[in-house]
């Protein structure tokens, strides 16, 4: 299996370069804040649960969003295999992971991290507010708040795969174009 962790802060470009890559690898897109989104608008009680920490910019508990990953994964028993986007947040996420994955005979190809400096994010993000209508990119209190919880409890998760010699860094500016050959190149090492 090609199971790739889509690693970078918000705004940097992970759903839109998932987006592609998922078309191109034939893998199954796994992103929790969607799935997150998915649950709020559908008043689930996950979705109820999720909502308070979604709303001030704060992680959602690791023991909600890890039981609800690990059963998207069981959803998709003949994938090739996953683009974890917005997941591992954590390192209680990140070793949870990997337990899962083991137990199922597989794991973490690589973790593509893509680069992007802080006030560029903010830019970004406050731009995208017209358009994906969410309420934690259009307040700019709450996306700072999201990239400081960013720096202070996820940054540490790239160490995690350092460590294992899976980390790929990759510029996260320049055109989608030039993204995605970037995070093709490192990718295609793996295939
Ligand atoms: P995203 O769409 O990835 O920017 O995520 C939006 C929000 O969903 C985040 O600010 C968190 O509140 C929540 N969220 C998404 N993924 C996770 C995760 N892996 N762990 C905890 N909270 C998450």
Do not use: W
Not at 26 to 32: A, K, R
Not at 70 to 83: D, L, P, R, T, Y
């Amino acid at each position: 299996m090609l199971n790739v962790v889509l690693f970078g802060p918000p705004g940097a470009g992970k759903g839109t370069q998932s987006e592609i890559l998922l078309q191109r690898y034939g893998l199954v897109h796994l992103s929790t804040g969607d799935i997150f989104r998915y649950n709020i608008k559908n008043s689930t009680e996950l979705g109820l649960q999720a909502k308070a920490f979604m709303d001030k910019g704060e992680l959602v508990p690791d023991s909600l969003t890890i039981s609800m990953l690990e059963s998207e994964v069981v959803k998709h028993a003949h994938a090739k295999g996953f683009i974890f986007d917005g997941f591992p947040r954590t390192s209680a996420q990140a070793e949870a992971l990997d337990t899962f994955l083991a137990g199922r005979g597989t794991g973490i190809t690589c973790m593509l991290a893509l680069e992007v400096g802080e006030e560029e994010l903010i830019k970004r993000l406050l731009n995208r507010a017209s358009t994906s209508g969410r309420a934690d990119d259009a307040d700019e209190s709450i996306v700072r708040n999201r990239i400081a919880v960013y720096n202070r409890e996820t940054a540490p998760v790239a160490g995690y795969y350092q460590a294992l010699g899976k980390y790929c860094g990759v510029a996260g500016v320049g055109t989608v174009e030039e993204i995605t050959s970037r995070l093709c190149a490192e990718l295609d090492a793996f295939v």
